[in-house]
């Protein structure tokens, strides 16, 4: 018998508002120990995903030099410089919305998806995380950390193989 996307899922999800701070969204990964959640909209539909990675590449992208940087003169770079500070400290003023930084694009699979087909996506799509849907609703989420259950445990390693 293969194993199946409900052997192995986390069936609870946390998902957070589009409308919360990249604040607020970096204190409730930190707190509940996950690197990513699904967005949800006011009528608490998932629009998107979240990750660490997103906040991460938010802020990295605004200290991020373009690759003219090298042909500016000293003094075109300072005036880079002070520009780049003035448009930050006008960001700053304006909090930055999980809608934002989030992807819109959405995967799932349904509960009864066999592990296989679930890491052939993964990989295909270089994702970490995959929901899970029964009906149109989403009950869990398959992480690569939930794949891993399918090399230490032992009767997983064996159901799949015995599926081959």
């Known amino acids: 018998m293969p194993v199946l996307a409900k052997d192995i899922m986390t069936p609870h999800v946390k998902s957070v508002p589009a409308v919360w701070s990249m604040d607020q969204l970096a ?5 509940n120990e996950i690197t990513g959640s699904p967005v949800t909209d006011e009528n608490d539909e998932i629009i998107g995903i979240v990750t660490l990675k997103d906040i991460a590449e938010f802020r ?16 075109e770079q300072k005036e880079v410089r002070r520009l ?17 930084i989030m992807t819109p694009q959405v995967f799932s699979v349904e509960e009864n998806t066999p592990v296989r087909d679930i890491a052939d996506i993964m990989m295909k799509e270089h994702l970490h995380r995959i929901f899970v849907t029964s009906q149109r609703k989403i009950t869990g989420i398959v992480t690569t950390y939930d794949m891993l ?16």
């Open 60 to 75: 990295w992208a605004s200290d991020r030099k373009p690759d003219a940087w090298a042909k500016l003169t000293p003094d």
């Open 149 to 164: 259950k399918l090399i230490s445990d032992k009767a997983l390693t064996r159901r799949c193989a015995d599926s081959d």
């Open 84 to 100: 780049r500070m003035a448009i930050l400290e006008e960001m700053t003023r304006v909090p930055v919305e999980v809608r934002d």
């Open 27 to 31: 204190r409730f990964l930190t707190d």
